[in-house]
Each structure stands twice: as structure tokens, then as C-alpha cells.
């Protein structure tokens, strides 16, 4: 066994998830199950994908990490813009929500933390690549936000919103006491259309029928496509924080982070997200 694998056997529940053995029966049986639920609902969530003795270490570094996050608390909408914006009177964009939640930038995350092993894996990222359906994914070149931990303190939540990149990739690292749960409604907007009126309705509580709930544990995988599904966690109860990390990948390299978006998340901004801001295109009209 390679060294590369060894390092693979150590942190993946291998003998759930074969990823030492791509293009393997069990490999692509694997696959086949997640791009079902994906078909379905957007979402794919891969249970115990962290191999069972590593689980108190994942959860350590995670604790670990958290105090160097950014913590802000800030009035937002569904789209992450300005809600003073002339929307219509009954534009979702004028519902405000109070968000609380802080982030770990990749630059204070070591490299030798089980996250970032895992991130930076070229198996991981091929299984990933074939789960989404793509043929190479690329790590976010963006220095903060390319690999970063999610930070959700007891009576904060992440609200509803959409996501920036088509899809998300992440790992509950500790759970919350209570709360904290995942709400999603997948596909409510498509890149022609916003549909206003059912995200309304969900943000303001009309339709909670239509909502999807997930409660995840230390050691879960979460595939995600949340540029088109809304979604949220909701507010976490008891002493214990909330901490996932988040991967981000894309299928083109060279991707960075707009500036606002970055002093939103981290609370700075570097050299390159200016640079990469002159010549950054936009891949669809939606509002965010």
C-alpha cells in the first residue's frame, strides 16, 4: 500500500467508501447511490465517511481552530445584498435576517490537520469530480476561503441564502447540544429564474412542508448543490458549537473569491482577491 493510501485508510471509512480504489465495482456502486440523491433532491449525505477512530481527532482541531475565526453578527437577506435595494414591496430581498455565525480561513488552518489532508487528497478530489458529474475539480485558489471551518455558537444560526458556487462539499466536525439542524428546499430557483414567490413563501414560514431537514454528525460528508436550492442551519441550542468545514472546489482553475464577499466572511481581504476582482465574469444573471 502506498503511502497515499495508507493516509487515505487512516482518515476515510474506506471500507464504506473505496476511494483507494477508483473505477472499482464497489467504487462505482458507491457513486451511482450518491448521484441518484443528487438527482433527487441536490443533496447527497454520506454517513461515518470519516473512519471511526479518527472522529475525536477531527472534532479537536476543530476545537482547536475555532477561536481564530471571524466572528460578526450582520443584518442580511436571502441574497447576501444590500436590503435597502428598491425591491418591491413583496420581494424576498427585503426580509432581513441577523446572521452570527464566524469562519477559519485556510490560512490558519495547518496543513497537517485532518481537514486539510483530506482536501488536498487527489482521490478525494477525483471521487468529488465523479460525484458532481465533472471531469477535474480544481481547489478554490482563493487563499482564505479555499478550505475554511464554519463556526455556529449556542443561539446562532446561519440563515436562509443561497450559495455563491454551484455546489458545496463539507464535513460536520462537532455537532451542536440541539439545534443546528440543515434546512434545504432544493431547486426553488433555476439560472432563469428566481422564483420569488416560493422563496417568500419558505423564508416567511408559509410552506415549512416543502422544507427538507437533515441532522448530521461528527464525521458526516455533505454534498451539496446550493446555488439553486435555498437553504439555512437553524439556530444552535446548548453549550457545544457547531463546526463544519467547508471544501470548495470548482471546475476551472484560478478561482478567487469576490472582495466584498471576503471581508463579509474573514473580515480581510488580500492582494489577490483585488487582482481577481478586475477580471472576474459572471456565469448567470441571478442575484447573487
Not at 447576501?80 to 488552518?109: K, L, S
Not at 458532481?132 to 482563493?142: K, N, R, S
Not at 464525521?219 to 471544501?247: C, M, N
Amino acid at each position: 500500500m502506498s503511502s497515499t493510501d495508507t493516509l487515505l485508510h487512516s482518515v476515510v471509512n474506506c471500507d464504506r467508501y473505496p476511494l483507494h480504489q477508483p473505477d472499482s465495482l464497489a467504487w462505482d456502486s458507491v457513486i451511482a447511490g450518491i448521484q441518484r440523491d443528487l438527482a433527487t433532491d441536490g443533496c447527497s449525505v454520506l454517513k461515518d465517511f470519516i473512519h471511526p477512530t479518527q472522529l475525536p481527532a477531527l472534532a479537536q482541531q476543530g476545537q482547536q481552530l475555532a477561536p481564530d475565526a471571524y466572528y460578526t453578527v450582520s443584518t442580511v437577506n436571502v441574497y447576501n445584498t444590500d436590503p435597502n435595494q428598491d425591491y418591491p414591496p413583496d420581494h424576498p430581498g427585503r426580509i432581513t435576517f441577523e446572521r452570527g455565525n464566524a469562519f477559519v480561513a485556510r490560512d490558519r488552518i495547518p496543513t497537517d490537520y485532518l481537514i486539510s489532508q483530506l482536501y488536498t487528497h487527489a482521490h478525494f478530489k477525483a471521487f468529488i469530480a465523479r460525484c458532481f458529474a465533472v471531469d477535474t475539480l480544481y481547489e478554490l485558489a482563493d487563499p482564505l476561503a479555499g478550505l475554511c471551518l464554519n463556526v455556529l455558537q449556542t443561539d446562532r444560526e446561519h440563515p436562509w441564502h443561497f450559495d455563491t458556487n454551484e455546489f458545496t462539499v463539507s464535513l460536520l466536525t462537532q455537532a451542536a447540544d440541539h439545534g443546528g439542524e440543515f434546512q434545504f428546499f432544493p431547486d426553488i430557483r433555476s439560472p432563469d429564474a428566481e422564483n420569488q414567490s416560493a422563496v417568500h413563501d419558505v423564508i416567511t414560514g408559509k410552506t415549512p412542508e416543502v422544507v427538507k431537514h437533515l441532522n448530521l454528525a461528527c464525521g458526516d460528508l455533505q454534498l451539496f448543490k446550493g446555488r439553486y436550492a435555498l437553504h439555512r442551519v437553524s439556530p444552535v441550542k446548548g453549550a457545544q458549537e457547531r463546526h463544519t468545514a467547508i471544501f470548495a472546489y470548482t471546475p476551472v482553475p484560478d478561482v478567487i473569491s469576490n472582495v466584498e464577499r471576503t471581508r463579509q466572511l474573514f473580515g480581510r481581504v488580500l492582494p489577490e482577491h483585488y487582482a481577481a476582482e478586475k477580471n472576474a465574469q459572471r456565469r448567470d444573471q441571478l442575484i447573487d
